[in-house]
Every structure is written in C-alpha cells, then in structure tokens.
C-alpha cells in the first residue's frame, strides 16, 4: 500500500468532536420522542438506546448470523444493498438506501412506528432495530461531514493569490513530501471533523476501536482517491494545490458511504459491520457543523503554514528556565513558557545581503497574525508547544506514521484528548527544536560564545552557536542544522574559531 494511503488512519483524531444531532426526517418525533411505548408498538420498549445494549444482547453475533444469511441479496433486488436488504425485512420497504446521490432525494427515514414488518419480528426486533438505527446515524455522520466541507470556507482562503506569500519571505520549494505532508494535514482535519459524537470525554476500548475503524476508512478512502503525490509545487502554489487535491479526495469519503451502505468493503477491508460494532454508531445519530467547520479551517491552516514555515529557516531554541537569564536572551515577544517552567523561543533567521551578509534573527513571516483574524485559533504557543511535543517523541523525524501511532495510543489509553489540545496537538507543527537546557546547570558548556546561543530579534542580531548547543550532542545539533536548512549556511558561527569549527562539525561550514 502507498504510503500516503498507509498514513490515512491518522483520522483516529475523529473520536474526540462534541457534537449535536442533524436533524433526520421524520425520525426523531416518530422513534425517538413518543410520549408512551404503546404508540408506536412494542419497538418504542428500545427507543434511546445506549451504545452499551448493543453488546448487551449480543448485537454484533445477529449481525454476524444475518449478513451471512443475506449477504446474496445484498446485489439483488435492483442493488440495493446491505441497507436496502435491511429495509425489506424489517421496514416493509425497498428504499432503505441511507446513499449519497449527489443531492437527489435519498430515503434513509426509520419509520418504525407501528410498523408491521418490525413490530412482528419478535426475537430479531431489538437487534435489528439497533443495527437499522446505526445505520441511519452513519448515513447522518456521512451527510454532516459533507455539509462541513461545503460551508468550510478554508479553501476559498487557501485560493487566494496572496495567501501563502503572507507566510514565506523568498518562495522556499515545496518537495512532493512537503505536500504529501500537507494533504496528510487535510486528513487529520476530517479526522477532527469526523467523529464521535455527544463524547464530552476520552472514548477507549470497544467502542474506540470501532470508531478508529470509521476514522481509518474515511482517511484511507480520501487519499485513495488523491493517489501518490509526486509533482513539486511552488510555495505560492500551496493554497491552490491543497484546494485541488481536497475536490478529489473528498469524493472519496462519498464513495465510502455508498460502498458501505451497498454491503462493500472500505480501501482498507473493513465493511459497515465494523464501523458500527459495538454500538459505536447507536447514539451518535450526527455531527456539530459549526464546530466541525471552526476545527476544520484550523488544522488545515495550521497545517499549511507548518508546510510553509519548515521550508523555510524557521527554527525552535529553548529549554531552559523561564526566569534563566543565562545563555544570552531570547526574543520575549517570542517565548512561550510552558507549564514544565521551560522557556522556548521562535525564531527565523533571516538571510543578509551584501550589507549584512550573515543575516539576522527575526519573528518568522506571518507570526504576527496569530492569534486574531483569520487566525485567532492559532497561536505561538500552539506552535510551540505541538513542535515541542513533536520533538520529545520523534525529533526531527515525526512522520505521518508516528502520528498515527501516537492518535492510536492516546485514544487507547487515554493519556490525552487531541480534539481538545486542538492545534496545539502534536505534529501539528513539526518546527525543528534545539533543546539548550543541558548547559543551565553545566557551568561551561566548553566552547566560545556561550553567552549568545539565545539573542533577540534585530537587525544586527546573530546567535553564535560554536560547539553543541543541542543537548551537547554533536549528533543531535547537526540534525537540528540540517532540519533548520542551515546547513552550508555560515551565520550561527560566523565569529566561532576556525579550529573549533573544525573540532565541532568536522568541517568549517554545515
């Protein structure tokens, strides 16, 4: 499998969305709101479920037994599928479709109200009801998620000709991986979107797994659609680019319902029974639009100005104290101390001409919009802190792959909630970090110009970073040199001693 398409599971993120009820036609007021059991037959006894009755009665084994025994008319009967089978038997109708048809009137009602067919089906009644209820709450999940990517209006933004230019000084190149790692952002913004809802906290387990698998499938059907991101594209391209590949991908997470609803398997072969075990689906019956859209546009921008900044000289310094005045000074407009009382500061090195030929430090383009406007749900601190974070997993090598491991983990196991931490969620921002807290407490750290590792911003303002600054590990500083495009790049030892540039990296420049 590619492994954009290997990377898509990293909708995991979709189990953490407070959400809302779309409302469904005639199906509220007609199963869920009566005011006694008896008037709508003896179904009305299993209105209101929980997502535990359905393990309570063993729902999933029914299930099981019924596709088996069904799975042949499921291309029967003018295919109409998995849904439309259930309709049949236990609704009394044949358009039970719960698809998506490009808008078109599509019936997915669950009229159950004295409804002969269900009120008569005796021992399956309860089971099936549940299954035809998760169902239609997986087709409203389907349809609040379109409903989102319409009215997000991020991608017009992303279409103007001066978006990224706000966030770029001199056009960086954008690589293939750069922008397979960007349309992976728009992934796990549908993951955010996408999910659990009425969950005002941590969602493990059983039903975890089973929501895991809606997230998975709907990523995996999104980027399937893209295929291999392959083509550079110009940093002034990105907005345009990220646009286009969305108006593919998202016809994927169509073609998911459809496939699902028709009895078919996800790109990563699981079908509706999976996605629905549990009870995961049973009292979710929608998603919060208006949330969904405001998380939406704000990963996506996060993670595009993260695509643009990381091509860029844009780099991380910190670690120490927050009251440390040791080391030089970091720009305070800057720094962001987190609740460990480590101190951490942005910063852009901006390349000189022949005036001031070794350049200066300054705030990266575009820092100063955050936090308000357009950007008011993005801050310095998100990006710090999801760099940081990013950096004490992976350093500078957190992937689409560890992402999904760490979503994985934190679902499982409930350490964190990434829905809540929102932007500042790990791998968010991917910042390249030097962790200089090692030499607080070392006295001398044992090279030149220890005392301006941190500077603050100016024109006449240049770090000298003579020996090891990053957890005195030559190993690991390089690694940040070379994260941070200063490699071959003179200026943070440009009054270093030659031998000790020698002794420091093996060679006078990096």
């Not at 705030?363 to 004490?392: C, E, F, K, R, W």
Request: hydrophobic letters at 40%; glycine letters at 10%; a negative charge.
């Amino acid at each position: 499998m590619p492994p954009l398409l290997q990377y898509g599971r990293l909708l995991m993120f979709a189990l953490f969305i407070p959400a809302r009820a779309l409302p469904t036609p005639d199906t509220p007021s007609d199963q869920v709101l009566s005011s006694s059991p008896g008037s709508c037959g003896p179904v009305s006894q299993y209105f209101n479920p929980n997502n535990s009755d359905w393990d309570a009665i063993n729902t999933q084994d029914w299930l099981n037994n019924w596709w088996n025994n069904n799975s042949q008319s499921f291309s029967e009967n003018n295919n109409q599928g998995l849904s439309g089978a259930l309709g049949q038997q236990f609704l009394g109708v044949s358009d039970f479709l719960c698809r998506d048809n490009g808008g078109q009137d599509n019936n997915c009602d669950l009229n159950v109200c004295n409804n002969k067919a269900l009120n008569e089906a005796g021992h399956d009644m309860e089971p099936a009801y549940y299954v035809m209820l998760s169902v239609q709450n997986l087709a409203n999940h389907f349809q609040g998620l379109q409903e989102a990517y319409t009215d997000a209006g991020i991608f017009a933004a992303l279409m103007a000709p001066d978006w990224a230019s706000k966030f770029f000084l001199v056009p960086p190149p954008l690589t293939a991986l750069a922008l397979e790692e960007a349309i992976n952002g728009i992934a796990i913004a549908i993951g955010i979107i996408g999910g659990a809802i009425g969950a005002v906290s941590l969602v493990v387990g059983a039903i975890g797994a089973a929501l895991a698998v809606t997230a998975g499938g709907l990523a995996n059907a999104f980027n399937y659609r893209i295929g291999i991101v392959s083509t550079p594209s110009p940093a002034g391209d990105l907005g345009k680019a990220l646009a286009d590949y969305f108006k593919t991908g998202i016809q994927g997470t169509i073609d998911l319902q459809n496939t699902l609803m028709a009895g078919g398997q996800s790109v990563d072969q699981h079908d509706i029974r999976s996605f629905i075990s549990h009870g995961s689906f049973l009292d979710r019956p929608g998603i919060d639009v208006n949330t969904a859209i405001n998380h939406y546009d704000t990963i996506v921008t996060a993670k595009a100005i993260n695509t643009l900044w990381t091509a860029q000289k844009v780099f991380i310094v910190g670690g120490v104290p927050c009251d440390f005045n040791g080391l030089g000074s970091g720009p305070q407009e800057a720094k962001f101390c987190r609740s460990d009382n480590t101190a951490w500061y942005l910063y852009f090195w901006h390349e000189g001409n022949f005036g001031s030929q070794y350049g200066w430090v300054t705030q990266p383009p575009g820092m100063d919009m955050l936090g308000s406007g357009d950007y008011a749900n993005i801050t310095l601190q998100n990006v710090i802190s999801s760099s940081v974070d990013s950096y004490n997993v992976a350093m500078f090598n957190y992937s689409s792959s560890t992402a999904l491991s760490r979503v994985e983990d934190a679902i499982t196991n409930g350490w964190a909630n990434p829905f809540a931490i929102g932007a500042a969620w790990e791998g968010t921002f991917t910042i390249p970090v030097c962790d200089i807290g090692w030499a607080v407490n070392n006295g001398n750290p044992g090279f030149d110009n220890a005392d301006k590792i941190l500077q603050p911003y100016g024109g006449n303002s240049r770090p000298m970073w003579c020996g090891p600054i990053c957890k005195n590990d030559h190993t690991v500083t390089q690694a940040f040199i070379n994260a941070a495009h200063m490699d071959e790049f003179q200026s943070p030892k440009y009054q270093c001693p030659t031998t000790q540039n020698m002794k420091t990296w093996g060679r006078t420049i990096y």
